[in-house]
């Protein structure tokens, strides 16, 4: 079975302040893990993923994450906030295709909404 | 290139109605989903396909049911709809090592 947490459903930041928001997973085989971005009345869509090799990923808008199997952690992250930024985001983990038989379940985090403040 | 496309946006049922959401993806997708989003309650699985004839139970499959028509299609019916089926309901596809891509959403009211 897998589970992902999301700690802080609202977060706030200034407008050029550092972002944080926190994920950690569990799942019985190595993890494929993902962030995504809900605007308002939109779908979701991928931020970044982290599959296999290198741990720092780095998706679109300037965000990054590193996967921390030590810590069961995928934080997403980015330097400096944007009022564009203010948007739901959703950590998600998957089991790896190649090991449960080429299927991928994907599990959803609550979201976490990030709030902009000029 | 139109992804995953969900039919109706808005809906508005009575409770006991029925009605059936439907998706579509061109992708040529193996494995497609239904979610639902509440508020504070993220996305839940309702029900997914691993495969062109196959379908699974997902999280909350109560009141739903779902068919995988082709590879491309795959619908989630309502056969009673009740106020506690008022959510946004997410079609998503997925191929093995890559993302989901997710539809726009339906909006569903039943009073």
């Known amino acids: 079975a897998q589970s992902v947490t999301q700690l802080g459903s609202h977060v706030s930041v200034s407008e050029g302040a550092l972002v944080l928001l926190r994920c950690n997973y569990s799942?019985?085989?190595?993890?494929?893990l993902f962030w995504y971005v809900q605007y308002p009345n939109q779908g979701l869509q991928l931020l970044l993923k982290y599959t296999t090799g290198a741990t720092l990923v780095k998706g679109i808008n300037g965000f990054e994450a590193e996967f921390k199997k030590s810590e069961t952690s995928f934080h997403l992250t980015k330097p400096s906030a944007h009022m564009s930024d203010a948007a739901e985001y959703f950590c998600a983990v998957s089991d790896n295709p190649h090991l449960s038989g080429g299927y991928q379940k994907v599990t959803f985090g609550i979201g976490t909404k990030l709030q902009v403040i000029p | 290139n139109a992804g995953v496309t969900q039919t109706p946006k808005f809906q508005v049922l009575k409770t006991g109605q029925s009605m059936t959401l439907q998706c579509a993806q061109d992708?040529?997708?193996?494995?497609m989903y239904w979610y639902r989003q509440d508020p504070g309650m993220g996305l839940r699985l309702i029900y997914y396909s691993a495969s062109e004839g196959t379908t699974d139970k997902g999280e909350v499959p109560n009141g739903y049911n779902v068919s995988r028509l082709n590879k491309r299609e795959f619908s989630l019916r309502l056969e009673s709809a009740a106020p506690s089926q008022t959510s946004v309901y997410f079609c998503?596809?997925?191929?093995?090592?890559?993302?989901?891509?997710f539809g726009q959403g339906t909006r569903l009211t039943v009073v």
């Open positions: 992708m040529n997708h193996n494995s």
């Open positions: 998503a596809s997925t191929e093995s090592n890559t993302e989901a891509f």
């Open positions: 799942s019985s085989v190595p993890p494929y």
